[in-house]
């Protein structure tokens, strides 16, 4: 009985490590009071100790004994200011420091600066461009849009071109069109109507690429067809250009679109036009196609407002001379 005795009364061995002390920054840290007696003193040498410190409470008062010391003691506004700031890069919300710290005016230096960097042109954002032009975007497509696609255009033989390509997004996608641009050129004759106008059945048979037609025999006796229907319209409106821009006074339309899901596929200015490209003896030119073709030659600008083109393609650099009978026909015959 004496041995258990002696052993169940034998005295515990101190602990040589206290409990961490739960303040106001968070318990980040379990240290002995050795190490703050040594280490206090470097961090904080305008500190005063007082009785509180001495005798730290228990650490489920500590937090509001440190909160109320701050706001009773005038003479620890330094230590104060530290804590916030300690707090301040912890919880990541913004603490006003003491307007009698000198540290104010150097706080919002660097948020100046910080400022001034963040909105430098030396990281400017990225362009912004149509819908339809995406990160993984032919490069070939991308270069289309920012040059080509909307920019006006009232030479015969481009327009043509552009007429012919819009017919061609029936088969085949705007790359795979671009891809081919040297063949078609080559094939049609560099698109010249008067040329195209005299192909011969066993010539249409040839056009081809790498063995295979370049595009549907339908489209390309459309093509032979809309060529010779180009030669009649020069002949009555002087140029096919002139036909063309008749339609909308000479001007570019601009639509000012701001999402992709408002641009149509097709106008009613469209439809009208069909109908009269028909009546003329075009062929494979629905309202669908004709709406392309606007687009793509720049009769109307149906770039997004936030695209950085469509400010530019507003800027019309060959303005074609209006004809007082073109316009009274126009409002004879437009919808």
Not at 146 to 158: F, Q
Not at 213 to 219: A, V
Request: with cysteine; net charge positive; aromatic share 8%.
């Amino acid at each position: 009985m004496s041995v258990v005795t002696s052993k169940l009364r034998s005295p515990v061995k101190p602990m040589v490590e206290s409990r961490a002390i739960l303040c106001s920054t968070g318990n980040r840290f379990r240290v002995s009071k050795t190490e703050i007696a040594k280490k206090k003193p470097q961090q904080h040498p305008r500190v005063t100790k007082s009785p509180a410190s001495e005798n730290p409470p228990d650490s489920s008062v500590t937090s509001k004994s440190n909160f109320s010391a701050s706001t009773d003691d005038s003479s620890s506004s330094s230590s104060s200011s530290e804590r916030s700031s300690v707090k301040t890069a912890n919880s990541g919300k913004t603490v006003t420091p003491s307007k009698r710290n000198g540290s104010v005016r150097k706080l919002n230096n660097v948020a100046a600066v910080a400022a001034v960097e963040d909105i430098s042109p030396e990281n400017p954002g990225p362009v912004k461009r149509c819908h339809w032009i995406t990160p993984n975007s032919d490069p070939i497509y991308v270069l289309f849009h920012d040059e080509e696609w909307g920019v006006p255009v009232r030479d015969d033989k481009k327009l043509f071109e552009l007429l012919v390509f819009s017919q061609a997004l029936a088969e085949l996608s705007w790359p795979s069109i671009l891809h081919k641009r040297e063949a078609f050129r080559k094939l049609f004759e560099d698109f010249d109507p008067s040329a195209i106008a005299q192909f011969t059945e066993k010539r249409l048979m040839s056009l081809r690429v790498n063995g295979c037609l370049i595009l549907s025999e339908q489209k390309l006796r459309a093509v032979v067809d809309n060529a010779k229907s180009v030669l009649k319209v020069k002949q009555e409106f002087g140029s096919f250009s002139n036909y063309c821009w008749r339609f909308f006074n000479h001007k570019p339309l601009r639509n000012g679109y701001r999402y992709g899901r408002q641009v149509p596929v097709k106008s009613p200015k469209a439809e009208y036009i069909s109908k009269d490209m028909m009546q003329r003896g075009f062929r494979c030119v629905g309202p669908t196609i004709i709406y392309s073709f606007l687009q793509v030659s720049g009769i109307v600008n149906d770039h997004l407002t936030a695209c950085f083109r469509y400010q530019e393609c507003n800027v019309e650099t060959e303005k074609a001379p209006e004809s007082p009978e073109t316009e009274t026909e126009l409002d004879l015959h437009s919808p």
